[in-house]
């Protein structure tokens, strides 16, 4: 199964942008590259997935590098409400289902 | 917008009763999930559910656990003969499609299970 590496950790000030890196060294041609993410006490919350281009919504944007090795997580102006846990998870063929690894526990500072 | 919605947010149950939790999953999607999360431990995936049958499923999901769709909107986790290490939260989930084909999971706000 590919699998996916995350920080353990990270901090951002408040305001400032967010770049949460991802890699995916053994991510097949057909495995989307999904994010959630899941703030204190809550469900999982989808962020962005995409499989070979770069995504935009109104939440993140997802770069994915042109080999698909790797990936990073952008919040524009990161806000207290974004501190989470960060999960950069890969979706396989037919419906296997996704796969919790430990995230990235983001941190933002006022 | 859509959202899975659970039943009930917290739940108490005394060591070797049984359980049920319920999920509205959002109104067109066909393909439903159960996870859990421990207290502090990673968000596990438990079962999947298609068409009326299990999709996939994982080692945690045993012969105590079992899902059905009663009716043509609730999906429900049954745990029988509950055990302190059942304590836990249990996520719902819902996605319109096979997630190969870029479609994503939606989850619930959870249950929270408390085995005493």
């Known amino acids: 199964d590919a699998k996916t590496t995350q920080p353990n950790s990270m901090e951002s000030n408040e305001e400032e942008p967010v770049h949460l890196p991802c890699n995916h060294s053994?991510?097949?041609?057909?495995?989307?590259i999904h994010w959630y993410r899941q703030l204190p006490s809550q469900g999982p919350e989808y962020v962005i997935h995409?499989?070979?281009s770069n995504v935009n919504n109104r939440m993140a944007s997802l770069a994915i590098a042109e080999d698909r090795k790797s990936s990073t997580l952008i919040l524009h102006r990161a806000t207290l409400r974004d501190a989470a846990v960060y999960y950069c998870?890969?979706?396989?063929?037919?419906?296997?289902?996704?796969?919790f690894g430990k995230g990235t526990r983001l941190s933002v500072i006022a | 917008e859509p959202e899975v919605t659970q039943t009930p947010s917290h739940q108490v149950t005394q060591m070797g009763q049984e359980v049920i939790l319920r999920c509205v999953p959002i109104?067109?999607?066909?393909?439903f999930y159960w996870y859990r999360q421990i207290l502090g431990q990673k968000v596990e995936f438990l079962v999947s559910?298609?068409?009326?049958?299990?999709?996939?499923k994982s080692e945690i999901f045993d012969d105590q656990f079992s899902v059905e769709r009663p009716d043509g909107s609730n999906f429900t986790l049954k745990i029988r003969s509950t055990k302190l290490e059942d304590s836990a939260m249990y996520f719902c989930?819902?996605?319109?499609?096979?997630?190969?084909?870029?479609?994503?999971?939606?989850f619930g706000e959870g249950s929270w299970l408390t085995v005493v």
């Open positions: 989930a819902s996605s319109r499609d096979f997630l190969s084909s870029g479609n994503t999971i939606y």
């Open positions: 053994t991510i097949s041609g057909t495995d989307y």
């Open positions: 995409g499989l070979t």
């Open positions: 998870i890969l979706g396989y063929s037919g419906n296997t289902p996704l796969v």
């Open positions: 109104s067109n999607h066909l393909y």
């Open positions: 559910f298609y068409n009326n049958e299990i999709s996939e």
